[in-house]
């Protein structure tokens, strides 16, 4: 079943046209990963999915319902959840209090609760941390932090944009065995934005490879780890 469908998304900043009719699906449980150099669109892409970003032309929905024109909050409320390239954490408040507000639109406390412990269940380095101010961790550790805050509101789909970004190999490693570790057992839906090709292409069912603003290729993980020569299409 599809649960992301986007349909001729053409979007921008301002008067610069930035996406051209970009096409893609994301099925439920499916890690997809979108792909591409250095200002291709793909931020951009994401950022107009989550409703950050208007959609000039074109359609989002989600789980069959047009959300194309709704406003990011409803977006979330309807299972949908950001993580920002930038280290996105409360630097003041400690961990616990940036888990906890990431579930701000949660009104059950008690179920706020449960979701935490599950959230630092799943991602250790975080549990040990927990009354630590989020200022104080190392960039990965904020990475981490900010893929939590996310599942605290348990989305049905996660948009992640460079979640390597910055990171050492051992890290970026941690973080993707982490995204599919959860994918797994959640049976999350994940649309990854990566630069880092070899380790996008280990956990992604599909790839989507975007150039200047367009869709030119959907293929499967396997089959694109097996070209050899992928970075031609970059």
């Known amino acids: 079943m599809t649960l992301l469908a986007v349909d001729g998304l053409v979007t921008g900043y301002g008067r610069k046209q930035v996406t051209f009719e970009v096409s893609l699906r994301v099925d439920a449980g499916e890690i997809v990963a979108l792909m591409g150099h250095n200002g291709a669109g793909k931020t951009t ?3 107009s999915i989550a409703g950050l970003l208007p959609a000039w032309s074109g359609a989002i929905a989600l789980d069959g319902q047009a959300i194309t024109h709704a406003p990011s909050a409803r977006r979330v409320r309807q299972g949908l959840s950001l993580v920002p390239q930038e280290r996105f954490v409360f630097a003041d408040l400690t961990v616990a209090e940036n888990l906890d507000l990431g ?3 949660v009104d059950d406390r008690k179920a706020v609760a449960t ?3 599950r959230v630092l269940a799943l991602l250790p380095v975080l549990a040990e941390r927990r009354a630590q101010l989020a200022g104080t961790l190392s960039g990965g ?5 900010s893929l939590g805050m996310a599942l605290m509101r348990q989305p049905r789909l996660l948009l992640l944009d460079e979640p390597s970004l910055g990171l050492s190999p051992l890290l970026v490693e941690r973080i993707m065995e982490t995204i599919q570790d959860i994918s797994r057992r959640d049976k999350l ?3 990854l934005v990566e630069q880092n090709v070899r380790h996008a292409l280990a956990i992604a069912g599909r790839v989507y490879i975007m150039r200047t603003g367009r869709v030119i290729l959907e293929e499967t993980g396997t089959a694109m780890a097996a070209r050899g020569q992928w970075w031609d299409l970059f």
């Open 189 to 191: 839906t994940v649309l």
């Open 115 to 117: 979701q935490r412990a």
């Open 141 to 145: 550790e904020q990475r981490m932090l």
């Open 103 to 105: 579930a701000f639109s």
């Open 45 to 47: 892409t994401l950022k």
